[in-house]
């Protein structure tokens, strides 16, 4: 090695050590307010989700008017850009949190995820850009569950998971409505610089409050420890789908059942704002309803359902509810339609869990990271697919407000649903349909998935892929977290 090379290796290694006690102080104590506890994440992810449910209403608005003429189109786009850019970075950074620490990647996420905040009024064109951008680092549930993963025991992480999905999904109930009365009464400039504020208390939280919750000895030797491609493959987990008959059945369910769900939390609110003539107010209350609706039936129905009839049974009776939310939302021409879909819509959120719970009860213990880790991978990949599809679905059959204005009553916008069934009157909304008959392949597909059996996926590549440095969080068990109501790569 040359001596330039020499002096470059020790300048990149000074650089290192830098940045390692930014992190970790001397000796290895972990700055922060006390020990790593997962009220430090709650709080990371409640101030993060609820400064992007105040922009719910504007975001609405301010989208409408960048794009009038192809809105669903670029909405769809913009969160598909994101969506897979999400997907495609996932494992890198957790691999890479891996060896710096989850203090500095939950820094990272959350900034760059709220950094497109305070850009809706400077530049709406570079506000939805860098959202678009923005999914690169848009992963901050992954961060935060493995950091609560670092600080907890195996019996322990249900109730961890828990309380972080409950917190965002509180978040989410409560921001919307408070946004949009604010914009009411004060002008949605005022809820962009509140919004913003709370994303740089969120910053500030993180910078002086969050303690690392990786230990150093956990970590590998050298900070300078090479990333292997197969630790930041984002398709690891789906080559091996087809390994296993029953696996594949799984996959399958998820993917056609899936799909539609991410399209549809991409443009739903749109949606009802500019088609079916929702008031601000009226998203914002239809959001905190079927985010309460879905909390009670993730939790009490679900667990009545899972021991009445079974965990198959339940798989299939969620994706019935599904199929009738979204015919309802694809046929529906009032605004009541809407919130009855709605309602049923809750009852779908079922699915998951008990997709995952069916796989934690069939797999072999060596096999639930396998198996969670395709489904988990497959879900990415419909965050990017779902909202695109819609997007040009909604495009190909003109479903666009193009230069009727927008109303503001209370009396459920009969002018905007009105204009929308000249234009469309059999199907307003084409992309629901759709998924509809998405789910309905899903339900055909889940008759065959087996009660009981056991699932056999060789994972030694796998271990390698997921358990990076002997970590426990990777391989998330199934039934451990429930699913959020909506997903972290969703504005």
């Not at 704002?273 to 239809?286: D, H, L, N, T």
Request: net charge neutral.
């Amino acid at each position: 090695m040359t001596q330039a090379g020499k002096k470059k290796k020790r300048a990149v290694n000074r650089s290192i050590m830098l940045a390692k006690k930014i992190i970790i102080k001397d000796g290895g104590t972990p700055q922060g307010i006390g020990s790593p506890s997962v009220y430090h994440a709650v709080i990371v992810i409640f101030l993060e989700f609820f400064a992007w449910g105040l922009l719910t209403a504007p975001t609405l608005v301010v989208l409408h008017e960048t794009f009038p003429k192809h809105t669903f189109l670029m909405n769809g786009l913009i969160q598909g850009v994101k969506g897979l850019l999400s997907f495609l970075s996932a494992p890198l950074i957790g691999a890479l949190s891996d060896v710096w620490g989850r203090k500095s990647f939950l820094l990272l996420t959350v900034f760059f995820t709220c950094a497109p905040i305070p850009l809706m009024k400077i530049s709406p064109w570079w506000y939805f850009a860098v959202i678009s951008v923005s999914g690169v680092f848009a992963v901050t549930f992954s961060v935060v569950f493995a950091y609560v993963a670092d600080i907890t025991q195996e019996h322990e992480r249900s109730m961890a998971y828990g309380l972080v999905s409950a917190t965002f999904a509180g978040s989410l109930v409560t921001s919307p409505a408070i946004g949009a009365y604010l914009g009411r009464a004060y002008g949605d400039s005022l809820v962009v610089v509140l919004a913003t504020a709370i994303a740089l208390l969120d910053i500030c939280f993180i910078l002086v409050a969050v303690p690392e919750s990786l230990p150093e000895k956990m970590r590998p030797a050298s900070w300078g420890a090479p990333i292997s491609w197969e630790q930041a493959d984002p398709f690891a987990s789906l080559k091996k789908v087809g390994q296993d008959s029953i696996v594949l059945l799984i996959c399958i369910t998820v993917f056609l059942s899936y799909l539609p769900e991410a399209g549809q939390y991409s443009s739903f609110f749109l949606y009802l704002r500019q088609i079916m003539g929702f008031s601000s107010e009226s998203v914002a209350a239809f959001i905190a309803v079927l985010g309460i609706l879905s909390i009670i039936a993730q939790t009490v129905v679900l667990s009545l359902l899972m021991r009445s009839i079974g965990n198959k049974n339940t798989i299939l009776l969620g994706l019935g509810f599904q199929i009738l939310q979204l015919a309802w939302y694809g046929f529906g021409s009032e605004p009541w339609m809407m919130w009855a879909a709605g309602a049923v819509a809750a009852m779908s959120s079922i699915t998951f869990p008990a997709v995952s719970a069916l796989v934690s009860r069939t797999a072999d213990a060596d096999q639930q990271g396998v198996v969670q880790g395709m489904i988990t991978g497959i879900r990415g990949l419909c965050n990017g697919l779902g909202p695109a599809l819609y997007g040009f679905i909604f495009y190909i059959f003109h479903v666009e407000l193009n230069e009727l204005p927008m109303p503001e009553s209370s009396s459920g916008g009969s002018v905007v649903a009105q204009y929308h069934l000249q234009q469309n009157s059999i199907i307003p909304g084409p992309p629901f349909l759709f998924g509809a008959c998405s789910v309905l392949l899903a339900l055909l597909v889940a008759l065959f998935i087996p009660e009981h059996t056991n699932l056999n996926v060789r994972s030694s590549n796998w271990k390698k892929h997921c358990g990076s440095h002997g970590h426990p969080h990777s391989p998330q068990a199934p039934g451990e977290a429930k699913e959020p109501l909506l997903q972290d790569t969703n504005v």
